[in-house]
């Protein structure tokens, strides 16, 4: 069983541990990657070969932990069994936290597996933090909230999207998984600066940045997780890491075209050091003003 591990301690980039790369991982102690994340649902209530490989696995490395079932923004109740069944999986990993997605995902007990948006309504705010804030006292780790990528507003906004993940991550009081490649492609279809988007953000909530890659579908572009991550989305995981000013995990997201593992080693070693250049101390002229 895995200690609890201080969040200080999980830095640099990490990978997803998918089911394709288990038998390789299990077999090397020396892969060089810092922590793996996976999904609670994969694994809670599962059995067989591959659920004792990432067992074993999640047993030595360190793990964040990130949902992808519980529909935080829908109003369907939590499912008592399983919120216990995540904190006792939470607790034995040693994650220091756990994230879930600001979204819904289900209706009327139904999954639609799909990460879909709500309204940008004060209503809807007001909805998502009771819900964060109930979520979180049934956790025994900090609870963190993922943006995600939308394609059409849900209803008629009273905000922008930035302004409604504020109020609910300052509401809440939860932490904030910043996916920084979820932002780029709300960029692009929407038409708005990704850098004066963060500008504005409470970035002192962040835990932890997701990175991934997406694919243009004519006019659309989408957040596909199955191409490498392209230079500007790495440029914006550097300007979001040099206006923290302190190290947090980023996590390289795959979930389709999923490369062999020596590939996706050699990725995330190319991020990584995009990742140590952003930290990298840099000598600035006493006068000199810091600009955004």
Not at 25 to 53: K, M, S, Y
Not at 68 to 88: H, K, Q, V
Not at 182 to 197: E, I, S
Not at 223 to 239: K, R, S
Request: glycine share 10%; proline share 6%.
């Amino acid at each position: 069983m895995a200690q609890g591990r201080s969040p200080g301690s999980f830095q640099g980039v990490g990978l997803g541990l998918r089911r394709a790369h288990l038998e390789e991982v299990a077999g090397q102690e020396d892969h060089g990657v810092p922590f793996w994340e996976t999904c609670p649902e994969n694994l809670i209530g599962d059995g067989g070969r591959h659920h004792r490989l990432a067992s074993a696995i999640l047993d030595r490395d360190p793990v964040l932990t990130h949902g992808l079932a519980i529909s935080l923004g829908g109003f369907d109740p939590w499912d008592g069994d399983y919120l216990r069944e995540l904190d006792r999986f939470l607790v034995r990993t040693g994650t220091p936290w756990h994230s879930e997605h600001l979204c819904f995902t289900g209706v009327d007990g139904s999954c639609l597996h799909e990460l879909l948006p709500l309204p940008f309504t004060r209503e809807a705010a007001r909805h998502a933090i009771a819900r964060a804030r109930d979520l979180q006292g049934r956790l025994s780790v900090p609870l963190l909230l993922e943006n995600i990528t939308y394609y059409a507003h849900l209803g008629v906004p009273e905000m922008d999207e930035a302004a409604f993940i504020a109020e609910v991550l300052e509401g809440a009081d939860v932490g904030w998984l910043l996916d920084v490649n979820n932002v780029y492609v709300n960029a692009l279809n929407f038409g708005f600066d990704p850098k004066a988007w963060l500008a504005r953000m409470p970035l002192d909530r962040v835990s932890q940045i997701h990175i991934a890659g997406h694919r243009k579908f004519g006019s659309i572009t989408v957040d596909t997780h199955g191409a490498d991550v392209i230079d500007p989305v790495i440029e914006l995981m550097q300007w979001t890491l040099a206006r923290l000013g302190r190290p947090v995990p980023v996590l390289l997201e795959r979930d389709n075209h999923i490369p062999d593992f020596g590939d996706l080693l050699a990725e995330r070693a190319r991020i990584q050091v995009a990742y140590d250049a952003a930290l990298a101390p840099t000598e600035t002229a006493p006068t000199e003003a810091v600009r955004a």
